[in-house]
């Protein structure tokens, strides 16, 4: 029995059943957002169950509402299940020995599959990872959590586990071999709060699902998705984020708003030799007198529509946007949505900030800004900003461009990521905000709501962060440490909330 864990590594020989209802009315609450999760996916896949493989006391799977819950357990766990939650869906099995569960094949095929903190409790998982790769082929999508031995323990730990439960731990590495070996191949794995109250990314979480990503390197030369880019007063940055698009084999259209400071002569420099990028400015007939965002909305609505069977992306000029897996690139990665039936993709926002004063134009801002902080406007946390057109106009117009609007949309489930570089500088921040912007925006649209996020700024503020208030973006690294928040969101608003440098 191969289980990837170190040489020399000691684990208990038997197993101490874990009595959940000793816990059930306690204020802490272990991987929560792993539940959480499971919730959001169960939405994203319209699935119609939540399957809880080892659920104990059942208080964090009745958490989840609005769904059909089934709790699988055994033993004073799962009579305590039944005796609160009488009408719920309980199965009875010892996971040490059960390789089938007694649940229609239909409904594990409309299901999202949980199994947290469960395999370090047993002294021989291979039943419970057969059961977890057989459903698998069925479910919807399985998430998988145990804690990182590293992690919780340190490198140097050789076992047996502290707690007197668990009968083995593994590291990420460890344990994503052991998932890879048992057919259970994870389409991510990284990190999650192992509580509610330490919030210490402690915990392995794995996603297990039917993304084809072997077909993210096997992407047609017919397939090109085209951004919608709107841009005005970017040039130290725009020639840089369009470049990223087209090296990406990803058409542009680029709408100047009448740029004043060279935007407009550095893209069509650009066009001239690239023709995979149109540039024109807007509005057509000359400047207007304020910043119309809804008529620039309706002017992508208008060209998506020229564009059927396409993916469109609604697009700014100081934005660079990613696939959710740091080896595969935007293009791929809304292949892979489109071959899974999806139709449109959300983004999570990631805010880039200066720690300090030397951004160059020209320089690639994901080389030059490498510290972010999670958008968390209301705006920000839901960014459907990207289709494939259909025949009929989609709207954007109706949520200020934050949600595309179509029949039949189908949101892939996992967000995108949005690398947000709006401030880029204090001399370049001071003048895009209150020069360029505030003085700008429509009236009209201001007093519906619109163009807010300018505001708590002031002229002497100084427009660098500490980056030890802010996360240090590596490809590889956040994406496994911040998993869950970059491709759901959810935990965003536990983080800390950095300021501007004094």
Not at 232 to 261: E, F, K, R
Not at 384 to 404: C, F, M, P, R, Y
Request: with cysteine; aromatic share 10%.
């Amino acid at each position: 029995m191969n289980l990837f864990i170190k040489p020399g590594y000691r684990a208990r020989g038997t197993a101490v059943y874990f009595d959940d209802t000793a816990y059930a009315d306690d204020d802490i609450i272990h991987q929560p957002h792993a539940y959480t999760l499971a919730g959001f996916l169960a939405s994203r896949y319209h699935a119609e169950t939540i399957i809880d493989i080892g659920c104990g006391s059942g208080r964090k799977l009745m958490g989840l509402q609005g769904i059909r819950r089934i709790g699988i357990d055994y033993g004073a766990n799962l009579v305590h299940c039944k005796q609160l939650n009488p009408d719920e869906t309980w199965v009875e099995a010892d996971l040490e020995s059960c390789r089938t569960l007694d649940i229609p094949p239909e409904v594990i095929s409309r299901s999202v599959v949980l199994c947290a903190d469960v395999i370090e409790h047993l002294v021989n998982p291979t039943n419970l990872l057969a059961l977890l790769s057989k459903l698998a082929t069925r479910a919807r999508a399985v998430i998988i959590t145990t804690p990182d031995r590293d992690l919780v323990r340190g490198i140097d730990d050789a076992g047996p586990p502290a707690n007197a439960a668990h009968v083995r731990e593994w590291n990420i590495e460890e344990f994503h071999s052991l998932l890879r070996a048992s057919d259970l191949a994870p389409t991510f794995i990284g990190l999650t709060i192992n509580n509610n109250k330490k919030l210490e990314k402690k915990t392995i979480l794995a996603v297990i699902d039917g993304c084809p990503l072997e077909q993210a390197h096997q992407v047609p030369n017919n397939f090109r998705p085209i951004a919608l880019c709107a841009t005005y007063n970017d040039a130290d940055i725009a020639p840089q984020t369009v470049n990223a698009l087209l090296d990406d084999q990803i058409d542009v259209w680029v709408l100047d708003n009448w740029s004043g400071d060279g935007t407009f002569e550095a893209l069509e420099s650009i066009a001239s030799v690239r023709s995979s990028l149109n540039v024109e400015r807007f509005p057509a007939n000359g400047p207007s007198p304020h910043y119309e965002w809804s008529s620039i909305l309706t002017k992508k609505q208008q060209l998506a529509a020229t564009f059927p069977n396409r993916w469109v992306i609604h697009h700014d000029s100081d934005e660079v946007r990613a696939s959710p897996w740091a080896n595969v690139s935007l293009r791929a990665g809304l292949y892979l949505a489109q071959r899974m039936n999806f139709n449109a993709v959300d983004f999570t926002v990631c805010d880039f900030r200066p720690v300090e004063s030397g951004f160059s134009p020209g320089v690639d801002p994901r080389v030059a800004l490498r510290f972010f902080e999670f958008g968390r406007r209301p705006g920000h946390f839901k960014q459907v900003k990207a289709w494939l057109q259909g025949a009929e106009i989609v709207n954007l117009t109706e949520s200020g461009g934050h949600d595309v609007q179509f029949n039949g949309r189908r949101i892939f489930p996992y967000k995108f990521l949005l690398k947000h570089y709006p401030l880029r500088s204090p001399d370049q921040a001071r003048r895009k905000v209150f020069q360029e912007r505030l003085d700008r925006f429509s009236p009209e649209e201001r007093a519906s709501g619109l163009h807010t996020h300018y505001d708590r700024w002031n002229r002497d503020d100084p427009f660098l962060w500490s980056d030890a208030e802010l996360i240090h973006f590596d490809e590889h690294e956040t994406r496994a440490s911040y998993l869950v928040e970059l491709i759901s969101g959810i935990g965003i608003d536990l983080l800390s909330v950095s300021t501007c440098a004094a």
